[in-house]
C-alpha cells in the first residue's frame, strides 16, 4: 500500500509540476481524497439532513483536517510510514467502531416509528445532546486509518515536494477540506424535502448500516 502511495506521489509531482500554484495543488489534492465518500462524509451528510448539531459536526471535521494536514505537512507523515503497528492498529479499532454505529444505524432502520423530521423544525427542538454527536465525529475521524494515510502521509508527501512552499500547500489543502465540510454538511438541506417521512429516513439510515459495514471489511481486508 505505501508503494502505491508513493507512486501516487510521484504522478500529482509530475502532473501538476512547478506552473501551479503550491495552493492550488494542496486545494486540489485534498479535494480529490475528501470527496471519496466514507464513514465521516456520510455522518456529516446526515446530520446535515437532520439539522442536528451540523457547525459542531462540521467544525470538528475542519478542526480535525487542520491539525492532520498540519501534521503531514510539518513531517509526522514520515513517522506514520516507519510505524506500520500504528495503521495496523488503528485499522482494527476503527473497523470494530464502523461495526458498532452500523448496528446503531441498522436499529433506527428497522424501528417501527423511524425518526423522520421534519425540515423546518428548529435544531433546537429535535432533542439530543450535542457531545455525543461531537464524540461520534471525532470517533469517525480519528478512528479511520485512511485519515493517516491519505491526510497525513499522501499529502504530507506531496507537501514535502513543493520545499519552502509546502506551507502553502497545507492552506490550499486546509481551504478545500474548510469548503467541501461546510458544503456538505449545510448544502444537505436541500435534501431535506426527501425525507420527511419516517420510512425514507430507515431507507437511509439502513443505507449508511450497509455503507459502514462495507467500509469496515474494506478497512480489515485491505
Given at each position: 500500500?505505501?508503494?502505491?502511495?508513493?507512486?501516487?506521489?510521484?504522478?500529482?509531482n509530475s502532473f501538476y509540476g512547478r506552473a501551479v500554484p503550491a495552493?492550488?495543488?494542496?486545494?486540489?489534492?485534498?479535494?480529490?481524497?475528501?470527496?471519496?465518500?466514507?464513514?465521516?462524509?456520510?455522518?456529516?451528510?446526515?446530520?446535515?439532513?437532520?439539522?442536528?448539531?451540523?457547525?459542531?459536526?462540521?467544525?470538528?471535521?475542519?478542526?480535525?483536517?487542520?491539525?492532520?494536514?498540519?501534521?503531514?505537512?510539518?513531517?509526522?507523515?514520515?513517522?506514520?510510514?516507519?510505524?506500520?503497528?500504528?495503521?495496523?492498529?488503528?485499522?482494527?479499532?476503527?473497523?470494530?467502531?464502523?461495526?458498532?454505529?452500523?448496528?446503531?444505524?441498522?436499529?433506527?432502520?428497522?424501528?417501527?416509528?423511524?425518526?423522520?423530521?421534519?425540515?423546518?423544525?428548529?435544531?433546537?427542538?429535535?432533542?439530543?445532546?450535542?457531545?455525543?454527536?461531537?464524540?461520534?465525529a471525532l470517533a469517525l475521524t480519528w478512528l479511520n486509518p485512511h485519515v493517516y494515510l491519505d491526510t497525513v502521509l499522501l499529502?504530507?508527501?506531496?507537501?514535502?515536494?513543493?520545499?519552502?512552499?509546502?506551507?502553502?500547500?497545507?492552506?490550499?489543502?486546509?481551504?478545500?477540506?474548510?469548503?467541501?465540510?461546510?458544503?456538505?454538511?449545510?448544502?444537505?438541506?436541500?435534501?431535506?424535502?426527501?425525507?420527511?417521512?419516517?420510512?425514507?429516513?430507515?431507507?437511509?439510515?439502513?443505507?449508511?448500516?450497509?455503507?459502514?459495514?462495507?467500509?469496515?471489511?474494506?478497512?480489515?481486508?485491505?
Amino acid at each position: 500500500m505505501l508503494r502505491q502511495y508513493s507512486s501516487l506521489v510521484l504522478h500529482h509531482n509530475s502532473f501538476y509540476g512547478r506552473a501551479v500554484p503550491a495552493s492550488l495543488h494542496g486545494f486540489a489534492a485534498s479535494l480529490a481524497l475528501i470527496i471519496a465518500i466514507g464513514s465521516q462524509n456520510v455522518f456529516v451528510l446526515r446530520q446535515g439532513l437532520r439539522r442536528q448539531h451540523v457547525l459542531a459536526v462540521v467544525t470538528v471535521c475542519i478542526l480535525s483536517d487542520v491539525v492532520l494536514i498540519a501534521a503531514g505537512a510539518g513531517g509526522v507523515g514520515l513517522l506514520v510510514r516507519d510505524a506500520p503497528g500504528l495503521v495496523t492498529a488503528a485499522r482494527w479499532g476503527g473497523a470494530a467502531f464502523l461495526l458498532v454505529y452500523a448496528a446503531s444505524a441498522a436499529r433506527r432502520a428497522l424501528r417501527p416509528d423511524g425518526d423522520g423530521l421534519e425540515p423546518s423544525a428548529p435544531e433546537s427542538a429535535r432533542g439530543g445532546g450535542v457531545w455525543p454527536v461531537v464524540l461520534t465525529a471525532l470517533a469517525l475521524t480519528w478512528l479511520n486509518p485512511h485519515v493517516y494515510l491519505d491526510t497525513v502521509l499522501l499529502l504530507g508527501s506531496i507537501a514535502a515536494t513543493h520545499g519552502q512552499q509546502s506551507p502553502s500547500f497545507a492552506l490550499g489543502a486546509i481551504a478545500a477540506s474548510a469548503s467541501w465540510f461546510l458544503a456538505l454538511g449545510f448544502g444537505a438541506r436541500g435534501l431535506g424535502r426527501f425525507l420527511r417521512s419516517p420510512r425514507a429516513w430507515r431507507v437511509l439510515d439502513g443505507g449508511i448500516a450497509v455503507t459502514m459495514i462495507v467500509i469496515a471489511i474494506l478497512l480489515v481486508s485491505g
